[in-house]
């Protein structure tokens, strides 16, 4: 039985050891404070401990945390008892990897959870050639829950014959512990990094500038049908963190009608106000040609009716394309609501 649990076995190498117990204290580390803590505490990053220390942040996973798991059917007995769980197991597995304690079961654990992220809740996977983190997590933790933790680990202290480590495993894990030593204290961000993507003012720019050539096409409610009408855009950036997207849409009449949109980036990078629904960004993948893919959430109303936005951005350097699609209460489904295209 304890075999079973603790199963642990070294490599041939004891540098290959040291390399392995580096690999498993970052990915561990990674993922139990960027990502399972975070959400704990409800934080945006790992950094905003003083959050904790006024008592501004409450403990329990983020809305937009739960608003993700809810999207993808874990919703009895409720998405927050979800989300708690989860976020509890990429906090107690990262750890367990980390110090190499039950280390398979907590990888296989990870894997299941990332499999979950990576090719259910992801839109467009890609098995074998996509290039996205959540994937790359997924076939980590496959890994450590093929091979086990290895020599340095809490699993092979406990099933290890029963003598003494040689003087030559000592003195091949003091150079790799202050190895990790020196990593750490080179980053002293290292714990603020975290699993939730960033988003750059720069970055969201590109829609701050004249595009003559578009379109704009939206479902009339009424008729249930598409309409496309030319339309113009106009972005601005009034102030540092903020974008306003005037539009002018050409009526088939002949009659022109304006609009405007207003976005606001918070400091973080990470959630966006756009026209006064607060917004998460839950992706950001780079593409080819320059292109930028972005997604935000957010809970708003859309036809008087209380519902899941999604927005999704697709910027690049001659073209952009901004779609809207909203989820109602009780749907599985997102309902495309309107696209716009532009070129140059």
Known sequence: MKKWLFFARPFSSRFAD?????????????IAVGAGWSKLV?????????KLLTGAAALGPPDWFVQQVAQLGFVY?????WAWLAAWGEFAGG?????????RWSGLQLALQFLIIAFLWYDSPEPLLGMYYQQLLFWAFVLVAMVGG???SLDYFLIRPQHSHSQGDAGTLKPALLLLLLLLLGNGDVCAQSATPRLTMQELARLAQQWERGSLTYLDYSSRKSVTLPTYLNGMRPRSNELVLDFVYQ?????QVEGYDKLI?????????????PMVLVEKTPLPNQTLRLKFEGIGQDDQRDCLIRRTLLLGPQQILVVKEVKYVGSS??????????QR
């Open 18 to 30: 040291v390399a392995w117990l580096l690999f498993r204290l970052h990915l561990g580390l990674s």
């Open 333 to 342: 489904t997102f309902l495309v609501r309107n696209t716009y295209r532009f």
């Open 77 to 81: 007995p409720s998405p927050y008892v």
């Open 42 to 50: 409800n934080l945006t990053t790992a950094s905003e401990v003083s």
């Open 265 to 277: 980036l918070d400091d973080t990078g990470t959630k966006l106000e756009w026209d006064g629904v």
């Open 150 to 152: 290895g020599r340095y």
């Open 251 to 255: 009526e088939p009449e002949g009659k």
């Open 95 to 103: 750890l367990l990897v980390a110090v190499g304690l039950l280390t």
